[in-house]
């Protein structure tokens, strides 16, 4: 990817020093960073650029490969109040409960003179904001969405590779999508579905809408939304005509099947799965996946990075996270890891618009996902809304690997929720 790392980290955002520790001298310090998954700030360099702006802090990184696991002890100890990290990175499908219930456990963001949040899009605030207007989330990233496709694979069953023809292929909706699908299982490779997964399809149609799992008076409306119910049925429909591979995403089958090539699509790609797809795939997969536009541009994921109250170090914490998530960075995070700003400022950076991607034949992701931010709605999002696409997910997954009907898996999912998140 672009190499700017060493000229856009020495430009970030600083206080009295280059790197803006908090201004506490030469105490050492070591600052404890709780993440899930491969965050990407350890791999793209930025803790080892800062410490050497900072000789005196050290960095080290807690991380817990499922997100699932990693939300539910941080939620413990927010509640317990101790054994909390200096910096725990959130979910977006969790903000809410942190905004609400959780919020006095976390530091306020706007009390910092090293923090300035006008950078960030608008949206991107309002979702890590209080009642009482605290601010306790920054932005690392946003996950607006393309589809990802096997070139290969395409070229076998007769259909065009060239990104922008895939894009136009796709372009009457999710139900085009589908139809090629159909071509797919019939003149494609054996032994290689269309699509990885029912849930991820589920996924990338409800994310475009603006009222998905909370209606906008912040009620719960899963059962009730048009968008969850067109989602479904999309979903359902790819499962029973066995366009997908009927696997749970981001488990070891589904990260094996990926490494095989034993599916072709990823309907719901945001940025971040770029290096995904990358870590898993390998060499085998190197300029053989592409990404175009999607039927409809959606976001998923892009988290936040908070300081709880907890800690001891709150100046230096409040720093650092600050110049993790100042423009600068956010350029890096996403020249080197594909997690696409969340910073507006950031986006509009030459080094962001200009960006390619040489593992998926040099796609301009800059562009890509530039033009799809554009078209992602504010969606509501509530305090149970994880559990809520975690719920649906499951459902979609006993329907695909246990043979439910739709209607008998939906009321599975429906009876499955009431219990797990009555207000």
């Not at 589809?147 to 894009?167: H, I, K, N, Q």
């Given at each position: ?139 690392t990233d946003s996950g607006p969405t393309g ?164 800690t001891e170090h709150h100046d230096e914490a ?52 530039s033009q799809a931010a554009a078209d992602v ?47």
């Amino acid at each position: 990817m672009t190499a700017i790392l060493s000229t856009a980290l020495l430009g970030a955002c600083s206080s009295d020093d280059e790197g803006g520790d908090g201004g506490n001298g030469d105490e050492e310090i070591t600052l404890r960073v709780g993440v899930f998954g491969q965050f990407g700030f350890e791999e793209a360099g930025l803790y080892e650029e800062y410490e050497r702006l900072n000789p005196h802090i050290t960095i080290e990184q807690d991380s817990i490969t499922d997100s699932g696991d990693y939300m539910t002890g941080l939620r413990t100890r927010l509640s317990q109040n101790s054994g909390l990290l200096d910096l725990q990175a959130i979910e977006v499908g969790n903000i809410a409960e942190m905004t609400t219930e959780l919020s006095d456990r976390w530091v306020d963001f706007n009390g910092f003179e090293a923090v300035d949040p006008s950078h960030f899009a608008e949206w991107k605030n309002a979702q890590a904001t209080d009642a009482d207007g605290r601010l306790i989330g920054l932005g690392t990233d946003s996950g607006p969405t393309g589809v990802c496709y096997r070139t290969d694979y395409f070229e076998e069953a007769g259909l065009p590779t060239d990104r922008e023809e895939v894009t136009e292929l796709f372009a009457g909706g999710w139900e085009d999508y589908l139809a090629v699908g159909e071509q797919f299982a019939a003149d494609g490779p054996e032994n290689v579905a269309y699509l990885d997964s029912a849930g991820g399809m589920f996924n990338a149609v409800v994310s475009a809408y603006e009222e998905r799992y909370y209606n906008a008076e912040g009620e719960l409306a899963y059962a009730d939304n048009e968008s969850v119910a067109t989602a479904w049925d999309l979903a359902t429909q790819a499962a029973e005509a066995g366009l997908s591979s009927g696997l749970e995403q981001f488990q070891d089958d589904w990260n094996q099947a990926m490494a095989n090539g034993d599916f072709a699509t990823l309907p719901a790609c945001p940025a971040w799965m770029l290096g995904y797809i990358q870590s898993q795939a390998g060499e085998g997969g190197e300029d053989v996946w592409d990404i175009a536009q999607s039927p409809s541009p959606s976001n998923w994921g892009g988290s936040f990075i908070g300081v709880p109250e907890a800690t001891e170090h709150h100046d230096e914490a409040v720093a650092l996270a600050a110049w993790l998530t100042a423009p600068e960075q956010q350029a890096v995070f996403f020249t080197e890891r594909g997690s696409y700003p969340s910073s507006a400022e950031a986006q509009q950076l030459p080094e962001v618009l200009e960006a390619t991607h040489p593992y998926v034949n040099d796609a301009p992701i800059g562009q890509i996902f530039s033009q799809a931010a554009a078209d992602v709605p504010t969606t509501v999002i509530g305090p149970y809304d994880q559990q809520v696409q975690d719920g649906i997910t499951d459902g979609l997954l006993a329907l695909e690997q246990n043979g439910l009907s739709p209607d008998d898996a939906w009321d599975d999912v429906v009876a499955a929720l009431d219990n797990a998140v009555a207000e």
